[in-house]
């Protein structure tokens, strides 16, 4: 569905009160925290990482963080920066507050957190159910790694995902581990 019919499509439903009733909060039904140990790399085309939360469907719901290098333009000059949360999170798309809103300077390196709090990126809460965190990562030039997690927001639990390696460098494999997902009510 393009955003015009989407957009068509909510006006409708907003011009039918009775039919939808009116706009109730629903309660956020847990959270989740993604930890790992990040050692810098030197040199160039490498350091640029993103988290972000799909649902269980492969849907965007989140970022919790992407490097800025990346989410401000430098996906457009590098290609093989995070491309996969480039493409899922439809970064082409964001304007510059919303980028803005979920990106950081590429830290000093040692041991990183990022919350979630059972929010989607518009702030509103989710619904208690399967979800898949990821934590995507540019090694060198076209050398990244992704780890993905599977987590029932709603349960509470912790996962230690494994990394996939995708090119053939080795000397940056080190930049991202020991990645683990706790998630609670």
């Known amino acids: 569905m393009n955003l015009y ?4 499509f909510c006006l409708a439903l907003l ?20 930890s790992f140990v990040y050692n810098r790399q030197g040199g160039f085309a490498s350091n640029q ?22 989410a401000t333009g ?4 590098r290609e093989s920066s995070i491309p996969l949360w480039v493409k899922q999170s439809g ?3 964001m304007n510059k507050s919303q980028i803005d809103a979920l990106t950081g300077s590429t830290p000093r390196g040692g041991n990183l957190s990022f919350a979630w709090d059972g929010t989607n990126q518009a702030g509103l809460a989710v619904a208690a159910g399967a979800y898949r965190v990821f934590v995507e990562a540019t090694l060198r030039n076209e050398d990244r790694v992704l780890y993905t997690a599977d987590i029932t927001l ?24 020991q990645v683990t997902v706790t998630f609670g009510r």
């Open 5 to 8: 019919r989407f957009l068509a």
């Open 15 to 34: 011009s039918f009160p009775a039919i939808v009733g009116p706009a109730q909060a629903v309660p956020v039904v847990g959270t989740a925290e993604v």
């Open 49 to 70: 990482f993103a988290v972000w939360i799909e649902d269980a469907q492969g849907r965007y719901v989140k970022t919790l963080y992407a490097t800025k290098f990346t």
């Open 74 to 77: 430098g996906w457009k000059k």
């Open 91 to 93: 970064l082409s798309g």
């Open 154 to 177: 709603g349960e509470s639990g912790a996962v230690t995902p494994q990394p996939r390696y995708f090119g053939s460098g080795t000397a940056e494999r080190g930049m991202i581990g």
